[in-house]
């Protein structure tokens, strides 16, 4: 089996994403730092596998991970052992740690912030509005990154002025270009950060997620401080990073699909249709790090051998065409059905997938009512991807937003 490496600057991720679907449905792979794994690369072998119980998330398992050979300095450490919490947790004590949280955001619960992530995108195109005319507007600072930060924050209850802190260790922790001897103190930083918060929600508790967590560790639900941490931390990570690539990832496509843009605009396809086509086409979460075979598994006609790692490359099997047929490579955002698992599949699918569709349904639409005249700044060639092999995010999204509500300026 040819090994594929993963580009440490994600400068193609589409050729890189095919090259993985052409080698099979396991593919054998290297992540930046030479660390070997496998990954699942087709949609019906990667639903199989995410709900299978031989596949789980003790590293423990992992036999480059017993060996010695994963260095504590690995830019990716903190995404393969990211600490004890429902992310890295099977069974059971799974169950237990997942519980709280998919109960505060349930369907129902969800549909609740809908007011307020209404006020916060009204907030957000008042500023855009408000940015001197004519001139090119990075989209994802000045409005996808604002939103999903806010009101996740607002979720677990984490004040704003963090927001600058907690932006700069994320950039390191998702980067591969993250400095080998920065990683440790970078880890031990988000560490302290989330520490400092949760000691905080302790003495000050309020109508928040975070403080939900502690009350439940103080009424028998035995949570830990570490996976009270760890659990802030990875809903924190997850709750923002995905709704801003999806936010951009489907500005793009529009801007680079103008006839089904104009069907969008006019109302004949749906912001719904839109969303679902770009989570399927052009995946927020490119790879998913990491599960471990506890034993010998048949994967399609390859074995993913005991003991070692497996990721899940949602960037390849979005396009799979046994799966979604020979227009798989086409952004198409009237298809249907359109049943894919870019929020995963299984007990570990994401917890907040009903979340980052309604905070995109709702700024979507009205960024597009506010500014019908919006468009790149650049050629879409020109767009360039950050150097995360786990989340497909560009540096930034230059704009030029036009009259508001398409009127003179």
Known sequence: MTRIALDPFVRDLDGESAALRAAGP???????????????????????????????????VWNAWRRGE??????LIGLANPGRSMLTVDGADHRRLRTLV?????????????????????ASLEKLAALPAGQPVDLKAEFAYPLPMNVISELMGVDAAD??????????????????????????????????IVDGKRA?????????????????DHLTDEEIVNTLQLIIAAGHETTISLIVNVVEALQTHPE??????????????????????????????????????????????????LIVSFGALGRDEEQYGPTAGEFDAARTPNRHIAFGHGPHVCPGAALSRLEAGIAL???YERFPELDLAVPASELRNKPIVTQNDLHELPVELGCPFGGDA
């Open 260 to 309: 089904q843009r104009k069907k969008v605009l006019n109302g004949e396809i749906g912001w719904d249709g839109v969303i679902e086509e770009t989570l399927r086409w052009n995946t927020p979460t490119s790879h998913v790090l990491i599960r471990f075979a506890t034993e010998d598994i048949e994967v399609g006609d390859r074995i993913l051998p005991k003991g070692e790692g």
């Open 70 to 75: 994963i260095p504590m300095d690995w830019p």
């Open 26 to 60: 396991l593919a054998e792979v290297e992540l930046p730092g030479g660390v070997h794994v496998y990954a699942v690369t087709r949609h019906a072998e990667a639903r199989a596998l995410l709900t299978d119980s031989r596949v789980v998330k003790d590293i423990n």
């Open 204 to 220: 000050n508790p309020g109508d928040d997620l975070t403080s939900a967590l502690i009350a439940a560790s103080e009424n028998g």
């Open 365 to 367: 639409p009205a960024l």
């Open 102 to 122: 998919a109960q505060a955001l349930t369907v129902k619960r969800v549909e609740r912030l809908r007011a307020g992530i209404e006020a916060l995108t009204n």
């Open 163 to 196: 927001h600058p802190r907690l932006k700069e260790l994320f950039e390191k922790f998702f980067s591969t270009q993250t400095p080998p001897e920065e990683v440790p103190q970078m880890m031990a930083d988000l560490g302290t950060l989330f520490t400092k």
